[in-house]
């Protein structure tokens, strides 16, 4: 029987009454079709060089980028609450970057110092690292940039080197979020030939040319050194057929999993890819989704908290099996 035979057996008012259901609290939970758990929760975390250090993002209200000290510490706690991973985005020092992005692939950079620091204070917890170049190029693109344009098999060439250094420190999830043809394969086929057949990759696979990402850049240190836009890589926020196609190709591939991102701006691409494909699908709540809530509450126009978890049950209600998100450690707690 489809939803729509479903549908149309519905009786009539007064034999049907819908509000029945709803006219007590203790039976709006009973009857919920949807329900956010602490285990669909992943917390995106902003590292950076230092000791006992939090640096707040300006544009993001309540975020900051943590030296790996407090990582550890903010990881632990994350575990307690039960999130079931974190995942790791750095802001390099500006005298690291380079044309090539050279820094990314050096075994003992920011990121795989993290990943072996948490994987050794806090076992258990999933480690999930950004696989692209931005925070490491000196021109902010995602790939390697000759006359002007980013070129493509030579940034996966990249990307593959950068995804095995994650894995050699311990990483469980590389995520490549850089758009390039071809680079889950590529990178399946890597980690596959140097033993790495457990490593999962989850595929930034329908990430669009969106403007919803600029107080990431702040917090990354791309804003000011970004040169030119992402479009020719990134997906047309016109376009929904496309994005399955995209994912289709990531999971032939070898994904995992698959992200959409941004998030409430897409539902519609999350709906679609959960009903089209058996793997996971995930959801990123991206920074300028997070900080418009946070500054439309801290002026007194929305309830923040409400407004918060109504958007991360918008995700779930359409399908996502998990969801990045930066309230994730606030939303744990209000959860248990």
Wanted: hydrophobic share 45%.
């Amino acid at each position: 029987m489809t939803s729509k035979d479903r549908i149309s057996t519905s009786g009539s008012f007064p034999a049907t009454r819908l509000r029945r259901t709803r006219m007590q609290g203790w039976c709006r939970d009973m009857v919920a079709e949807t329900r956010l758990h602490v285990s669909d929760l992943i917390w995106p975390v902003f590292i950076q060089e230092g000791k006992n250090t939090a640096t707040p993002i300006s544009s993001m209200p309540g975020v900051s980028s943590l030296t790996l000290d407090l990582l550890v510490a903010h990881a632990l706690h994350a575990k307690q609450l039960g999130i079931p991973a974190i995942a790791l985005f750095p802001r390099i020092d500006p005298a690291l970057k380079s044309p090539m992005g050279d820094e990314a692939l050096f075994p003992n950079n920011l990121v795989c110092r993290a990943i072996k620091a948490v994987k050794e204070s806090v076992p258990g917890i999933g480690i999930i690292a950004d696989v692209a170049l931005d925070p490491y190029t000196s021109h902010g693109q995602d790939g390697i940039v000759e006359d002007g344009k980013v070129i493509n098999d030579k940034t996966v060439e990249v990307l593959c080197k950068q995804a095995l250094a994650q894995a050699k420190a311990g990483c469980d999830i590389v995520a490549p979020s850089d758009m390039m043809d071809g680079r889950v394969g590529a990178i399946r086929q890597a980690l596959e030939k140097e033993g790495f057949h457990d490593t999962m990759i989850l595929a930034y696979s329908a990430k669009y040319a969106s403007s919803f990402y600029a107080p990431f850049r702040d917090a990354v240190g791309t804003a000011d050194t970004l040169k030119g836009d992402k479009k020719n890589y990134q997906m047309n926020p016109t376009n929904s057929a496309e994005a399955l196609r995209e994912i289709a190709l990531d999971i032939a591939e070898g994904a995992d999993m698959v992200m959409v991102k941004p998030g409430l701006p897409y539902l519609d691409i999350v709906r679609m890819a959960a009903e089209n494909f058996d793997v996971p699908v995930l959801a990123y709540q991206v920074s300028g989704e997070y900080s418009m809530i946070k500054a439309a509450a801290a002026n007194g126009w929305i309830d923040g908290d409400a407004v918060m978890m109504e958007s991360l049950l918008a995700f779930k209600r359409a399908g996502a099996r998990a969801i990045l998100t930066y309230a994730a450690l606030e939303i744990a707690e209000k959860l248990n």
